[in-house]
């Protein structure tokens, strides 16, 4: 969707240059590919162009990349708490910043209060187990199945148990 879709959708690539200890090994790889992907939606691929660097074939008709896709890449030193939080102040602003443009109130939002609405009939099902799935939807029931039988077969850890 985001080379070849006939939307043109922004996005958005977020690396750091430090790897965490538990993560060191691949770390360079992970940020070939991120830096990869934010230049074939800048530049793509045409089908008269041939291959990119160590492709040799000319690319097909459903290889083909236009390119000049927006995204950004954001860098930051080190994955922290207080990066963390600056990333998503960025966002909370930007989703402030468009509501203001757009004259609507981004943090009114109904389909939150729907779901907490929602969120607390399903937590009395839960409670009451495999007979307090009655009015629920198909899905619903069958997410609640999955945690109810974890439950009953010791899946969980005693501290995760409600």
């Known amino acids: 969707m985001l080379h070849q879709g006939t939307q043109i959708v922004p996005c958005d690539f977020i690396g ?6 538990s993560s060191a090994g691949g770390h360079e790889e992970l940020l070939a590919n991120m830096y990869a992907q934010a230049q074939a939606l800048a530049f793509g691929r045409l089908r008269d162009e041939g291959g990119g660097p160590g492709d040799t074939q000319e690319p097909e008709g459903h290889r083909e990349v236009q390119g000049n896709r927006p995204s950004n890449t954001l860098l930051a030193a080190k994955l922290t708490p207080r990066t963390l939080g600056a990333l998503v102040a960025i966002y909370e602003h930007s989703a402030f910043t468009q509501g ?30 495999e007979g307090g799935a009655q009015g ?16 009953a077969s010791g899946a969980m850890h005693a501290s995760e148990r409600t």
């Open 16 to 21: 750091f240059l430090s790897p965490l200890p």
């Open 100 to 129: 203001v443009i757009w004259d609507i109130d981004s943090f009114d939002q109904w389909g939150v209060e729907l779901g907490k609405t929602l969120a607390a009939h399903i937590a009395q099902a839960l409670g009451a187990g």
């Open 136 to 151: 629920l939807d198909s899905s619903t029931r069958a997410l609640m199945q999955k945690y109810l039988d974890a439950k």
